[in-house]
């Protein structure tokens, strides 16, 4: 189980137990005032949320869940019948409803396919009750009738909870929106082996630097030397592990940096740091060929080749890249494990 569904499980555990502390209070209320019928509905709906959480225990969230439409769908309608409008029972619609789509979400997330939810016919059956039981007592008036301090408690506490459940769905389903959008970010910008930005957001972040920048700016594109001999000799986990070895070091070398996975085995590196940049990128390069990289119990020896150049004002980003490019083919084909500058 990941640790979203643990979180959820144990959300679902405590949120279950609060109700049921809220419906011993009911029952309590319900005993005092001989509203009989709702004393025994209370009992009920008390064992129901006692029980379930032996279905949360056992991972049973999709039982859980459509059980629980059932039961708070139910206990709302009996309640207005039995006591009236006035103690504000009915409101729970107002929380079922974004309740439903929020299981909904949940039962996706946690792949919880036994027990296909349908929200918006859900809803339409919400609706239905709280129309059918709102009608019944505004024709028949209510089965029991309260003492009046009786009933607004009730009814300020079923407000109080009904919006403190309004308040928790929100903020819970704007925290996913928000962390699914950085996801689709993240997704958008960075590598996913590496986790290094990736070529479309160097390219970005290059295109943004200013005029009176660029005499101070330079790019280096280095390759990993052998890289395919790696890859057939150790394996593509081997080589995975590799790619992500030499982007930790260029993480750590030139934190000063900007860095990207540039494509394949190769990385760019770019900065308007006071550094010599030729000293950075021989630092680097001592940095990764210094010790092999230990894989699965084998030692794998690495180096990369290195090409970097100072950008010029007045020519375009993809000139600046070439130029970088073009030292780095001419350090592969003149020994590699090397800096070549401009």
């Given at each position: 189980?990941?640790?979203?569904?643990?979180?959820?499980k144990?959300l679902?555990f405590?949120?279950?137990?609060?109700i049921?502390?809220?419906?011993?209070?009911?029952?309590?209320?319900?005993?005092?005032?001989?509203a009989?019928?709702m004393?025994?509905v209370?009992?009920g709906a008390?064992a129901y949320?006692?029980?379930?959480?032996?279905?949360?225990?056992?991972n049973k969230l999709s039982v859980y869940?459509?059980s629980?439409?059932?039961?708070?769908t139910?206990?709302?309608?009996?309640?207005?019948?039995?006591?009236?409008?006035d103690a504000?029972?009915?409101?729970?619609c107002?929380s079922?409803?974004?309740?439903?789509f929020?299981f909904d979400?949940?039962g996706?997330?946690?792949?919880?396919?036994?027990?296909?939810?349908?929200?918006?016919?859900?809803?339409i059956?919400?609706?239905?009750?709280?129309?059918g039981?709102?009608?019944?007592?505004?024709?028949?008036?209510?089965?029991?009738?309260i003492p009046?301090n009786?009933?607004?408690?009730?009814?300020v506490?079923?407000?109080?909870w009904?919006?403190?459940l309004?308040?928790?769905?929100s903020?819970f389903?704007?925290?996913?929106i928000?962390?699914?959008e950085k996801?689709?970010l993240?997704?958008?910008?960075?590598?996913?082996?590496t986790k290094?930005?990736?070529r479309?957001?160097?390219?970005?972040q290059l295109e943004?630097?200013?005029?009176?920048d660029i005499?101070?700016?330079?790019?280096?594109i280095?390759?990993?030397?052998?890289?395919?001999?790696?890859?057939?000799?150790?394996g593509h986990?081997?080589g995975?592990?590799?790619?992500v070895?030499?982007a930790?070091?260029?993480?750590r070398?030139c934190?000063d940096?900007?860095f990207?996975?540039?494509g394949?085995?190769?990385?760019?590196?770019s900065?308007?740091t006071?550094?010599?940049?030729?000293?950075?990128?021989?630092?680097?390069?001592?940095?990764?060929c210094k010790?092999?990289?230990v894989f699965?119990?084998?030692?794998?020896m690495?180096?990369?080749t290195?090409?970097?150049?100072?950008?010029?004002?007045?020519?375009?980003?993809?000139?600046?890249?070439?130029?970088a490019?073009?030292?780095?083919?001419?350090?592969?084909n003149?020994g590699k494990?090397k800096?070549?500058s401009?």
């Amino acid at each position: 189980m990941d640790k979203f569904a643990k979180n959820m499980k144990k959300l679902a555990f405590i949120v279950n137990n609060m109700i049921a502390l809220y419906v011993v209070v009911f029952t309590i209320i319900f005993r005092y005032t001989s509203a009989t019928y709702m004393f025994y509905v209370s009992l009920g709906a008390l064992a129901y949320y006692l029980l379930a959480n032996i279905l949360i225990a056992k991972n049973k969230l999709s039982v859980y869940v459509a059980s629980l439409y059932f039961v708070i769908t139910m206990f709302m309608f009996a309640a207005a019948i039995c006591v009236g409008l006035d103690a504000g029972f009915q409101m729970y619609c107002l929380s079922m409803i974004p309740l439903l789509f929020y299981f909904d979400y949940l039962g996706e997330k946690l792949n919880l396919s036994r027990i296909k939810s349908n929200p918006i016919l859900f809803s339409i059956l919400i609706a239905v009750t709280y129309f059918g039981c709102t009608s019944y007592v505004h024709v028949s008036g209510a089965i029991y009738e309260i003492p009046t301090n009786i009933s607004v408690f009730l009814l300020v506490s079923n407000s109080l909870w009904v919006l403190m459940l309004l308040v928790f769905y929100s903020s819970f389903m704007v925290k996913l929106i928000r962390n699914s959008e950085k996801k689709l970010l993240d997704q958008a910008i960075m590598d996913e082996l590496t986790k290094l930005y990736n070529r479309h957001y160097m390219l970005e972040q290059l295109e943004k630097i200013d005029e009176g920048d660029i005499h101070k700016q330079w790019v280096a594109i280095l390759d990993i030397d052998n890289f395919k001999k790696v890859n057939d000799v150790y394996g593509h986990n081997a080589g995975d592990a590799v790619l992500v070895e030499v982007a930790n070091i260029i993480r750590r070398v030139c934190a000063d940096c900007h860095f990207a996975r540039w494509g394949g085995e190769e990385f760019l590196v770019s900065s308007t740091t006071d550094k010599n940049y030729v000293e950075l990128m021989e630092m680097l390069r001592s940095e990764v060929c210094k010790d092999p990289f230990v894989f699965d119990g084998q030692e794998i020896m690495v180096s990369i080749t290195v090409g970097v150049c100072k950008c010029t004002s007045g020519e375009r980003v993809d000139k600046w890249i070439q130029s970088a490019d073009s030292l780095l083919y001419e350090g592969k084909n003149t020994g590699k494990n090397k800096v070549v500058s401009r």
